[in-house]
Every structure is written in C-alpha cells, then in structure tokens.
C-alpha cells in the first residue's frame, strides 16, 4: 500500500487511517449520497414521468461501487500494516458493515427501478428520512474514533441515535406494509401489495445495516474508551 511507513508501523497520516475512515470518512459520503438519492425518489417533481429514476440510480450505481473499492483497499492495507488504529477485526467488521450499508441502498435502487416505481407510500417516504438521518448519523461520528477516549461519550450518543432510528424504521415497516396490505389484497391488486412488499423490505434492511455499524463503532468504543 503505497504511503505506508517503512516496516509496515502505522501511522496518524497514513492511507490506512485515511481509509478506514477514522480520519476522513470516506464510504460516510458515499453512504450520505446514495441515502440522498433514494431519499430523492420520493419528491414529487422528480417522480412526475419517472424522470429523476435513471439518473438517481445510476448516482447510487457509482457510489455504491466507490465504496466497494474503498473497503477492498482498507482490507488490503489492514493485511500488510503491523500496528493499526485499533484491532484488525474491528477495523474489517467496520469497513464490511458500511459496505454492507450501501449494498443494501443499491439492492433498494436496482428494486425501485425494476418494477418501475415512481410513487411511494408515506410510511416509505418517512423510511427514506431515517436512512438519511443514519447516513448523516455514520457520517459525524466516524472521524471521532481517531479521538475514542475523548469523545466516546459523543460516538455513543450517536450510535445510540441510530438503534432509536432502527427501532422507529422498523415500526413504520409494519404499519405501512398492514395499510398496504389492506389498501391493495382486499381489493384485488396483489401485484401492488407484492411490490410495495419487497420496496419495504429493502428499505427496512438497509436501516438494519446502518445499526450494525453503530453496533460496530459501539464495540470498539467499549474495548478502546
């Protein structure tokens, strides 16, 4: 991994932290970007024509694969580096969880557009919000693990944020999927239920994934505060 120090010792400035994100955060943007993306599904003047569809998912596409290419560097770079930041489990258990996260966002984009979705029910607009609150959530609280024994009161409040978050995502899942339910079975619209089925799904994991990663940063404060 180029930049790292000679003997493969860590150090504050090299790639590895930058990577991991302890420094710069940089799968966070990408998590924020694509959240945004899915989040902008649901305006109604980017839904009017379907317009807004191609160019929003190809955006969660190309982030998606950013981040892809980011953890597979963080992976390598934890394999050929003797001292880290804190323990190389920990490190690739981050990494894979924020990976996993816009994994998750791209299966949601590749749903929308394969059934050709361009309106969304309120309990699916109000999901979109909590993933992008998670996304800003994940995107605060990643620099301040270069910092754990002094802000890991601050890390906790916000990881203790996003299992709230989980917890009020998971709530709206169930309501909107019994209205859905009601709204389409009942009257003879199974195709719409399915849909509107696998929409909520995808949206309800991709909130469960951003609480494995504050489970994650949670863990490490824990074992290094």
């Given amino acids: 991994?180029?930049?790292?120090r000679e003997g493969g010792r860590f150090q504050q400035g090299d790639p590895l932290w930058q990577l991991v994100g302890v420094a710069g955060g940089q799968v966070a943007p990408a998590h924020q970007e694509a959240a945004h993306r899915l989040q902008a599904r649901r305006a109604p003047h980017r839904l009017e024509g379907g317009a807004a569809v191609e160019?929003?998912?190809t955006v969660v596409m190309d982030r998606e694969q950013d981040a892809d290419n980011i953890t597979r560097e963080v992976l390598?770079?934890?394999r050929r580096?003797?001292?880290t930041p804190f323990d190389r489990s920990n490190i690739r258990d981050l990494i894979t969880s924020m990976d996993n996260s816009i994994d998750q966002m791209q299966k949601t984009a590749k749903t929308v557009k394969l059934f050709d979705v361009t309106s969304f029910e309120p309990h699916m607009r109000d999901m979109a919000d909590i993933i992008v609150k998670c996304a800003r959530l994940v995107q605060e609280g990643i620099?301040?693990?270069?910092?754990?024994?002094?802000?890991h009161s601050r890390i906790a409040a916000l990881t203790e944020q996003i299992s709230a978050l989980e917890g009020k995502a998971d709530e709206m899942h169930d309501s909107g999927l019994a209205e859905l339910y009601r709204a389409n079975v009942s009257g003879g619209n199974g195709l719409k239920f399915f849909v509107g089925n696998?929409?909520?799904d995808h949206l309800e994991k991709v909130v469960d994934r951003f609480?494995?990663?504050?489970n994650v940063m949670h863990g490490i404060v824990i074992e290094h505060a």
Avoid: K
Wanted: no cysteine.
């Fill in 81 to 83: 580096t003797f001292i």
């Fill in 1 to 4: 991994m180029q930049g790292l």
């Fill in 76 to 78: 390598i770079a934890v």
């Fill in 211 to 214: 609480d494995d990663v504050a």
């Fill in 198 to 200: 696998e929409i909520y």
């Fill in 143 to 151: 620099p301040l693990l270069r910092s754990i024994s002094a802000e």
């Fill in 55 to 57: 160019p929003n998912f």
